[in-house]
């Protein structure tokens, strides 16, 4: 039987490493093989992203459907109600979006230096060695500590401290809890996303333009605001964008120090409540139009987070570009 004589690259790339003959019917056999396992593969990541995307039609479905009493009772009125009165079933979403929005872009606005900061260090001035390595597991070990554990860490130490600040301010009620020390326990919580996201990109910036940089007489400090940063900017942001989701998610350490207020908030002081840390507090309790009113919360956090992850993904091809 005549010999397939294969050229070297051909048999590297199926994994032989030197040349070989093979027979037609041999390699005819082997390259129907790989097309039926390439096709099989294809089909099974197509239908991964196809549940993925009706899973998330079918959760916002869910929560429709679950709101329909609430949306048929209030309407569009149901979001800026300033109200949420159980005894005459009058509930408004006004006071808990504004305790959400508040409490996550404070910690947001906080933590970005320090996340920022970690990522540079760890990326540029550490990226290997027995400080980072610690840092590294510091991180992580942020990051896998459960969020009630914050929470009581945070009313046996921040509540205290920011009840001092407020004596001293003479902010009232100088109780120590509210969206502002809800917003501190937050930013701790999710400096780790960012800071861990960062230090990866900072580490994929080619060593050939920091070189470069060096070679032209920059400083450490001018390669990094005028290099580093521009080239990992979408990165970082998108960082940001992933520590904002996590604080808007974000319900026990929350709900056991921003006081559970069902009020506007007056100030970055007061008590208050969040769309996440409401559900939480009154949904075992809840029953027909209270209840519908609570899964519209959910729904109402679902499409703000929505909305908040498309405007960062627009703005991440922006910078991308």
Request: no cysteine; hydrophobic share 55%.
């Amino acid at each position: 039987m005549p010999e397939l004589i294969q050229t070297e690259e051909q048999a590297n790339y199926q994994g032989i490493g030197t040349i070989k003959s093979l027979s037609p019917a041999k390699s005819l056999k082997r390259s129907h093989r790989h097309i039926k396992v390439e096709s099989a593969f294809k089909v099974i990541l197509v239908g991964m992203g196809i549940f993925m995307l009706v899973l998330v039609f079918a959760i916002l479905l869910t929560l429709i459907l679950g709101s329909a009493q609430s949306l048929k009772t209030f309407g569009l009125g149901f979001l800026w109600g300033k109200n949420w009165d159980a005894v005459n079933d009058v509930y408004g979403a006004w006071p808990f979006m504004v305790g959400t929005l508040l409490t996550s872009f404070i910690a947001l606005i906080i933590s970005i230096p320090f996340s920022i900061a970690v990522a540079i260090f760890l990326g540029e001035y550490f990226p290997k060695g027995w400080v980072s390595e610690m840092l590294k597991n510091t991180i992580e070990l942020i990051a896998a500590v459960p969020s009630v554990i914050y929470g009581l860490w945070g009313f046996l130490v921040l509540v205290p401290l920011v009840s001092a600040i407020e004596v001293k301010l003479g902010i009232q009620p100088q109780q120590g809890w509210g969206i502002f020390t809800a917003s501190l326990i937050l930013a701790v919580m999710i400096i780790p996303y960012a800071a861990s996201l960062g230090r990866s990109v900072i580490g994929m910036v080619p060593s050939a333009l920091k070189e470069a940089a060096y070679a032209l007489g920059a400083t450490r400090w001018e390669v990094i605001r005028s290099v580093i940063i521009p080239y990992t900017k979408s990165g970082l942001f998108a960082g940001i964008l992933l520590s904002l989701g996590r604080a808007l998610g974000e319900t026990m350490a929350v709900t056991m120090l921003i006081g559970n207020s069902n009020d506007l908030p007056k100030n970055i002081f007061s008590t208050g409540n969040t769309m996440a840390s409401a559900i939480a507090l009154f949904f075992g309790e809840a029953n027909d139009l209270r209840r519908s009113s609570l899964i519209e919360l959910g729904l109402v956090l679902f499409l703000i987070t929505l909305v908040i992850n498309m405007l960062g993904k627009r703005v991440i091809k922006r910078f991308t570009n």
